[in-house]
């Protein structure tokens, strides 16, 4: 019963948009994996990304490649302050919601995964593990420097 109350409110948020705005807002743009200017490896470690601060340069378009050395599940996502709060209070109800948005990566614990992103606007770009429980120190800036 609980499994199909949760698949049933899942389905709601998803089919009224809930998610829509998140993805389009996002600063920049999914990248493209053949204009990739560089590859930055992240290490998630149990409750912190290696790097936590990252600098680009406006119009890059990085491939991270994140390896998870810790215990738990971890995720990346990519996103405003408001629209990281948002994703966190959603995966404080839906912790075990996977993802398919192109800001987003989840990795389990041993595996490695990409995520590429291009990086449009100057200025600082958030991302987090916004699992419950790890949001609050799972945090990083990316830099990005005007052209």
Do not use: Y
């Not at 990739?36 to 490896?41: G, L």
């Not at 609050?136 to 800036?141: D, L, V, Y």
């Amino acid at each position: 019963m609980k499994r199909i109350l949760l698949v049933s409110a899942l389905t709601c948020v998803i089919s009224t948009g809930a998610f829509a705005d998140e993805e389009a807002a996002s600063p920049g743009n999914p990248g493209n994996s053949a204009q990739v200017s560089r590859t930055i490896e992240v290490t998630m470690e149990d409750n912190r990304f290696k790097p936590s601060e990252i600098n680009v340069k406006q119009g890059e378009t990085i491939k991270f490649m994140l390896r998870n050395t810790g215990k738990k599940k971890h995720e990346m996502v990519i996103g405003t302050p408001e629209e990281l709060d948002k994703h966190a209070k959603m995966m404080k109800k839906f912790p075990d919601m996977e993802h398919s948005e192109p800001n987003m990566i989840t990795v389990d614990p041993g595996k490695t995964g990409e995520l590429i992103w291009q990086f449009t606007e100057a200025g600082t770009v958030n991302f987090e593990c916004t699992l419950p429980g790890h949001f609050k120190e799972m945090r990083g800036t990316v830099l990005v420097e005007a052209k």
